[in-house]
């Protein structure tokens, strides 16, 4: 409702008065015991909500459990991955994400897009590990 009004004034659905709105749409969608395309719809507009608030962690673990839900492991584990992130745990993040690619490397009947998300963020947080690790023993 919110969206839709937000809409007819003209303002962008990433507005953050929509973000309550979402939210509490998500967790419902997770609770209910009846799955329906209601779900689906929750979902697309939270992937959307991330791709342009890539540092909402609440945002990224909600998704993480309607894709869960939806029996999508890899993209629920990289979902966690990038809420880790968000969060600044580098480690957990890699952690997670190293986990969903070895899913990928199990079974390759897995959207290939996918797979390239995940390694393509794992090689991007390695390489800022990396990067920081260096720093750490240029101050030493």
């Known amino acids: 409702a919110i969206a ?16 309550p709105e979402l939210m509490l749409q998500s967790q419902i969608a997770f609770t209910r015991a009846d799955r329906g395309p209601g779900e689906q719809q929750v979902r697309d507009r939270l992937q959307a909500w991330v791709i342009s608030h890539p540092k909402d962690f609440d945002a990224w673990q909600e998704l993480g459990n309607l894709w869960q839900l939806e029996g999508q492991t890899v993209r629920a584990i990289r979902a966690q991955a990038e809420s880790s992130f968000a969060m600044g745990d580098l480690i957990g993040a890699i952690d997670r994400m190293s986990a969903a690619q070895k899913l990928v490397r199990d079974n390759t009947q897995l959207d290939p897009i996918e797979a390239s998300v995940v390694a393509s963020r794992l090689k991007v947080w390695r390489q800022t590990l990396m990067d920081r690790m260096k720093d750490r023993e240029r101050r030493l």
């Open 4 to 19: 839709r009004n937000l809409q007819a004034l003209g303002k962008p659905m990433d507005d953050l008065d929509v973000r």
